[in-house]
């Protein structure tokens, strides 16, 4: 809990700092807490303390500002309403995906014809395979 020293190691401010919902320590936290105790007592600390909570503020504006400016306020709107029409269906059941169905009847019942007609055509359909007669000389 305390560094080297007679102060508040950095995770302990910050363990406070969470710990007390950014309201003053002490008034959310147990007041017989030594981190308390030590913070109400030490000018260092709370300096420290102060310093944490403004370096946790600026980064939270900076974050915050640099997000809107990637996010239109167009784009924020449109993004909300497809949430919410994805919140709209969600007792309801999924919709069923139909494939097309304009298949000729007869087309595909023999899938292995095309193949081999193809390899046929290409020369490589090697299937049995009779090797060529010896000429007779």
């Given at each position: 809990?305390?560094?080297?020293?007679?102060?508040?190691?950095?995770?302990?401010?910050?363990?406070?700092?969470i710990?007390?919902?950014?309201?003053?320590p002490?008034?959310?936290e147990?007041?017989?807490?030594?981190?308390?105790?030590?913070?109400?007592?030490?000018?260092?600390?709370?300096?420290?303390?102060v310093?944490?909570?403004?370096?946790?503020?600026?980064?939270?504006?900076?974050?915050?500002?640099?997000s809107?400016?990637?996010f239109?306020?167009?784009?924020?709107?449109?993004?909300?309403?497809?949430?919410?029409?994805?919140?709209?269906?969600?007792?309801e059941?999924?919709?069923?995906l139909?494939?097309?169905?304009?298949r000729?009847?007869?087309?595909?019942?023999?899938?292995?014809?095309?193949?081999?007609?193809?390899?046929?055509?290409?020369?490589?359909?090697?299937?049995?395979?009779i090797?060529?007669?010896r000429?007779?000389?």
């Open positions: 809990m305390f560094a080297r020293g007679p102060h508040l190691a950095q995770d302990a401010l910050i363990d406070l700092w710990a007390t919902g950014r309201q003053q002490g008034t959310t147990d007041p017989r807490d030594p981190r308390v105790v030590h913070l109400s007592a030490c000018a260092e600390c709370v300096r420290r303390y310093a944490l909570d403004t370096l946790i503020d600026t980064t939270t504006a900076e974050i915050e500002a640099e809107d400016g990637l239109s306020p167009a784009r924020l709107a449109r993004q909300r309403a497809t949430v919410a029409r994805r919140l709209e269906g969600l007792g059941p999924a919709p069923l139909r494939f097309p169905a304009n000729r009847p007869g087309a595909h019942d023999r899938p292995g014809r095309r193949w081999i007609a193809a390899a046929a055509a290409d020369g490589s359909a090697r299937w049995p395979t090797p060529p007669p000429p007779r000389w």
